[in-house]
């Protein structure tokens, strides 16, 4: 099997209509985060149906469907890349850092980056995070987040706390969320408490989207405490 027939299977599930919806969905336009994708309108189930028939393509074929033009080709490249990051996690974890420029929405990096690079990375040196969370490009940025999702369903939420406090004061609103989200997965898979203990040490600083993501499984009355917190000048 190769790439071709995989994406001619993706075609196959082509809806012009759904394709339209995507664009605006995923921030397309003139100076938007997704500006000039191309979607083909395939809904995700149908994606991983796909992705599933081909999850024994070699590398290289892989590689050509993460390089496409096309955003459901390239997700549907990096879901096979999660299988074939079971058998050969070093070559699918330097082949998706080699290849970020493609992995350039937020579903995208979703998707993909806690099986690929977090897995990789349990109970290996991480640096390369700090470098992505440092890093010019958003999606580094998130990739570096969101791979923290694997150490905190390991109960680890450290690295997380490390590097939610590099990017607190990022101007981007889905750096916010994504920090947000991964805060509220450690209330989830590690405790409330250490969660907690964090926002307490940053509630002031934190942009308003990342404490609302990360309160949303709070009581009421801990919400409203939180959200009531005035804003100091950044760290």
Not at 29 to 42: H, N, R, V
Not at 132 to 149: D, N, Q, Y
Not at 152 to 179: C, S, V
């Amino acid at each position: 099997m190769d790439s071709q027939k995989a994406i001619s299977d993706l075609k196959k599930n082509s809806d012009p209509e759904k394709a339209k919806l995507y664009r605006k969905f995923f921030k397309t336009g003139k100076g938007e985060y997704g500006e000039g994708d191309i979607f083909f309108g395939i809904t995700v189930p149908k994606i991983r149906q796909v992705a599933k028939k081909y999850n024994d393509l070699s590398v290289e074929e892989i590689k050509k469907l993460m390089t496409n033009k096309v955003h459901e080709i390239r997700l549907c490249g990096l879901l096979i890349l999660i299988a074939y990051s079971k058998k050969h996690p070093k070559e699918a974890f330097d082949l998706y850092l080699s290849h970020t420029k493609y992995i350039n929405n937020w579903d995208l990096v979703d998707v993909s980056a806690g099986h690929i690079i977090g897995k990789y990375l349990y109970n290996k040196e991480k640096s390369i995070l700090f470098t992505l969370a440092r890093s010019e490009s958003i999606w580094e940025k998130r990739i570096a987040l969101i791979s923290t999702f694997y150490f905190i369903r390991q109960g680890q939420p450290d690295l997380l706390f490390d590097l939610t406090e590099i990017l607190i004061n990022d101007k981007h609103d889905l750096i916010h969320k994504a920090a947000g989200w991964m805060l509220r997965e450690v209330g989830k898979n590690c405790s409330q408490e250490l969660e907690e203990k964090f926002i307490k040490k940053h509630v002031g600083h934190m942009p308003r989207t990342m404490l609302r993501y990360a309160i949303e499984k709070f009581s009421l009355e801990k919400r409203l405490y939180y959200l009531s917190q005035k804003r100091r000048p950044s760290l």
